[in-house]
Nanobody
Framework: QVQLVESGGGLVQTGGSLRLSCAAS????????MGWFRQAPGQEREFVAA????????YYGDSVKGRFTISRDTAKNTMYLQMNSLKAEDTAVYYC?????????????????WGQGTQVTVSS
């Protein structure tokens, strides 16, 4: 059984930082790639970042490049998202997801397993 549990969300002021964590359990093949998506009220789910579990190759959405850093600890089966220089528009529920395979890191359709989400609120 695959389980993804996010933590680390909260309220932060503009320009501040937060680090999200996603603890994964279940078969290793489900973690070919892991990623972060976010969804703000009334908006579609947006790709934030992804990482290839074995190689560490990273992918970022245009809106977070240079501010967010994705990483993973394979020994702990945990993925992280370090978010710096936060803006009000980063406010959303952030979801951790894992994909057993696929070709497009940005596509939510390739991610078969999802966490429950953690709220990030950036106040100005």
């Amino acid at each position: 059984q695959v389980q993804l549990v996010e933590s680390g969300g909260g309220l932060v002021q503009t320009g501040g930082s937060l680090r999200l964590s996603c603890a994964a359990s279940g078969p290793a093949f489900t973690r070919y790639r892991m990623g972060w998506f976010r969804q703000a009220p009334g908006q579609e789910r947006e790709f934030v970042a992804a990482i290839a579990w074995q190689t560490g190759l990273t992918y970022y959405g245009d809106s977070v490049k240079g501010r967010f850093t994705i990483s993973r600890d394979t020994a702990k089966n945990t993925m992280y998202l370090q978010m710096n220089s936060l803006k009000a528009e980063d406010t959303a529920v952030y979801y951790c997801a894992s994909a057993p395979g696929g070709w497009d890191a940005h596509s939510s359709e390739e991610y078969h397993y999802w966490g429950q989400g953690t709220q990030v609120t950036v106040s100005s």
